[in-house]
């Protein structure tokens, strides 16, 4: 536990036979000064792996449900319902290597402290070299400017290494099965009058072939479901205006 909070890691995961066992690992190396895992449940969701990322995971201690149909969204939505009924934090990390584990305790302490959802923000921290490309770099600024245009709320990433109240998660009914995941959490946390934060965090090349920038097809799918995330949320929201608009005249 952190802090009294029963803490989950829900770990979305394609073919990471190389990096998986690592990142639990690293997770189950967190401890509190009396030698007691912060971590109390790992989630791995296999979104289709073709490789022994199931077998590792299982080996290293974590719960693995599997779901085919591809989709960052859809794998966490299925992990999501493997959540203990005593889950207090969930925290978010990919499982490439590409996240320092250690760096997740700065988020559960803003949730500790009261906030929301905490967001690690690869802007704020030390980028490697050729951890992010370009398009990915270009696609966050992008994203975060048009969430401070609609919401006028300044967020710096759409980082998917965070950390949410587990109460909160629930509330905010995740719909999105792709890439519009990270997005639609913030937007809808902005949405709901949820506080939020964001922790510097370092960011490395990761284990293996990403998925998503790795190609071209994926960039772009990337970017489109991002943007008609926001388009979608921001044309929800001005017909709920519209609606309580038309109940205050008609009252």
Not at 48 to 70: C, F, H, K, M, W
Not at 202 to 229: C, E, H, N, P
Request: charged share 20%; hydrophobic share 40%.
């Amino acid at each position: 536990m952190y802090k009294s909070h029963f803490t989950s890691v829900i770990i979305p995961a394609l073919n990471e036979e190389q990096a998986i066992g690592k990142v639990i690992r690293s997770l189950l190396e967190l401890k509190n000064d009396d030698d007691s895992c912060i971590i109390d449940q790992i989630i791995v969701c296999d979104n289709g792996s073709t490789d022994r990322t199931s077998n590792i995971a299982l080996e290293e201690g974590a719960e693995v449900v599997y779901q085919p149909s591809p989709g960052y969204g859809i794998a966490c939505l299925t992990a999501i319902r493997m959540l203990s009924v005593k889950s207090d934090i969930v925290l978010f990390i990919d499982a490439d290597d590409s996240c320092y584990p250690q760096q997740g305790l700065a988020l559960l302490e803003d949730i500790h402290q009261g906030f929301d959802l905490a967001i690690g923000s690869r802007v704020l921290g030390h980028i490697e070299a050729n951890a992010l490309t370009s398009v990915q770099r270009f696609g966050n600024a992008l994203a975060s400017l048009l969430i401070f245009a609609l919401w006028k709320k300044k967020v710096t990433d759409l980082g998917p290494f965070r950390a949410i109240r587990t109460s909160s998660l629930h509330a905010i009914d995740m719909q999105d099965q792709t890439f519009g995941w990270t997005i639609e959490m913030q937007i809808k946390c902005i949405r709901h009058g949820f506080s939020s934060s964001g922790q510097a965090v370092d960011s490395k090349q990761r284990i293996g072939v990403s998925k998503i920038s790795g190609t071209i097809k994926g960039s772009i799918g990337a970017g489109i479901g991002i943007l008609s995330m926001i388009a979608r949320l921001w044309l929800r929201q001005l017909k709920d205006r519209q609606g309580l608009m038309g109940l205050k005249k008609r009252s």
